[in-house]
């Protein structure tokens, strides 16, 4: 695994993916599905951290919250193994190098989003950060795509954020999944004949996302957008994943 450089990490960052273009032509479309798929979990791993610490974030009594790129980076990475059995501390070595290269360009994106956000999380006197699952991983999502060939993005059927709206592959799998019951595994599809990897992971609402999601519908939640209404269970969008399976 190639480990970023924390004198120059654009430097690392350039040479990495170099270095992962060049060796992806070689990987099989398997072992790119299960790139996505492990890509996927782990957006989905830091959006369950930030979950967790929303309280801590949104403590306006406290001023240093101690939610670090350093603290969010062990929390994140313990709860990728708790869903994959995968330490990235010390990836195993059947796990192929472009998909290390890029759980660690993610890793690194994401952490640059906890870290862009510190000043507003450490703020005393302000309840709502609006640093909350859905704008970490948007954040973490875009960092991630400008730098490599994967395109990463959530979204859903009702956007809040514009930039999150689904094109028309992603319009028609999530109206499918939204009249079928809960999936556990993510719809994962190759077309262009073969050229390009398609790959949602379904996300659900939890009680907690009915804070601001659930009833009374259209009453202006603490961020100011109107509740949409939603029940525990129910589709909430999805981690939506391109990858094409040639980067030459």
């Known amino acids: 695994m190639i480990v970023l450089s924390k004198a120059c990490p654009s430097l690392s960052l350039a040479f990495l993916l170099i270095w992962s273009q060049s060796v992806w032509a070689q990987t099989s ?8 798929e492990l890509l996927a979990t782990f957006l989905n791993a830091g ?3 930030v979950e967790r610490n929303q309280s801590l974030i949104n403590d306006p009594g406290k001023a240093d919250k101690g939610f670090t790129p350093e603290v969010f980076e062990g929390l994140v990475i313990d709860e ?9 501390k010390h990836p195993p070595s ?20 906890v870290a862009d956000a510190q000043l507003v999380i450490n703020q005393r006197g302000i309840g709502y950060k609006n640093f909350i699952p859905a704008s970490f991983g948007s954040q973490a999502a875009r960092k991630f795509s400008k730098r490599s060939k994967v395109t990463m993005k959530q979204t859903t059927l009702d956007p809040r954020n514009l ?16 009249n079928q019951p ?7 599809e190759w077309i262009d004949g073969g050229r390009l990897l398609r790959t949602m992971m379904p996300i659900y609402y939890s009680e907690d996302c009915l804070t601001c999601h659930g009833n009374p519908k259209g009453i202006l939640d603490i961020s100011g957008y109107p509740r949409e209404g939603a029940q525990v269970g129910e589709l909430a969008g999805a981690i939506s994943i391109q990858i094409p399976s040639d980067h030459r």
């Open 163 to 178: 930039k999150n709206a689904p094109d028309t592959y992603e319009e028609t799998v999530l109206k499918r999944l939204a």
């Open 80 to 88: 990728f193994f708790q869903r994959t059995h995968i330490n990235l």
């Open 182 to 188: 809960a999936l556990t595994t993510s719809i994962v």
């Open 94 to 113: 059947s796990l192929p190098s472009p998909t290390k290269d890029l759980l660690s360009m993610l890793l690194l994106a994401s952490k640059e989003a």
């Open 29 to 36: 479309h398997s072992e790119i599905e299960q790139t996505a």
């Open 47 to 49: 959006r369950v951290v």
